[in-house]
């Protein structure tokens, strides 16, 4: 079955650190590539897509390594209101939409 | 404007019952897709209907599990016999195509079955 690995966590950081992480995928078919955000008990939303040259919104920078098959997601100046678990999603070929099991980010005054 | 409604929120059953879970998919989006998240599993996609057809069910667990779209505005996702193992959040998604950057998540029914 292919897999998408991320390292659970949790990562606990300071207020204004920077933080980082990566994804892993098995299927060197895959097409797309995003994270997502999920708030304790809520549904997850879209953050950000993942685009191959790298992309970046305000703190947050996606960026992919096809080679290697990994997306990372890096948080600059974080907040407290960045607390929570990120998810990676990664879709294309026959496996359709895939779901890592996401990694819990706390971020602490 | 109004996301996606989901019915109902908490859900509380006796092994062996049926559960019905509800769906209102966002106006206007062709595609709805039915995920269950548990800690052990995280995020799983069940089935997924374009234009109110099912297209891929690969997913659904067994066939305890059925999902039904009757019209563009509302889809259901049954469980006959629930089981202990059941017992999960289920999310519904609506788009208005295929790819996870469109798609939007209602509140989800936390599901327990005793």
């Known amino acids: 079955r292919k897999e998408v690995e991320q390292d659970p966590g949790p990562f606990n950081v300071p207020e204004g650190a920077t933080v980082a992480f990566n994804c892993t995928y098995s299927?060197?078919?895959?097409?797309?590539f995003f994270w997502y955000r999920q708030d304790c008990r809520k549904e997850p939303k879209l953050l950000m897509s993942?685009?191959?040259s790298g992309n970046e919104d305000g703190r947050f920078t996606a960026q992919l390594n096809r080679a290697s098959q990994y997306i990372s997601l890096l948080i600059r100046d974080s907040k407290l209101s960045d607390s929570a678990t990120y998810l990676c999603v990664v879709s294309g070929g026959a496996d359709g939409l895939t779901f890592g099991k996401g990694t819990h980010l706390i971020i602490q005054p | 404007d109004a996301g996606v409604i989901q019915s109902p929120r908490h859900e509380v059953t006796e092994m062996g019952q049926e559960v019905t879970l509800r769906c209102k998919p966002i106006s206007g989006h062709n595609s709805l897709f039915w995920y269950r998240q548990t800690m052990m599993r995280g995020l799983e996609l069940l089935i997924y209907f374009n234009n109110n057809v099912p297209i891929d069910d690969s997913g659904m667990p067994e066939d305890r599990f059925s999902a039904k779209m009757p019209n563009a505005s509302f889809s259901t996702l049954k469980i006959q016999p629930s089981e202990p193992r059941d017992s999960a959040v289920y999310f519904c998604?609506?788009?208005f195509g295929r790819g996870p950057d469109t798609q939007y998540f209602g509140p989800g029914t936390r599901l327990t079955v005793l």
């Open positions: 299927n060197s078919a895959s097409q797309s």
């Open positions: 998604a609506s788009s």
């Open positions: 993942v685009y191959s």
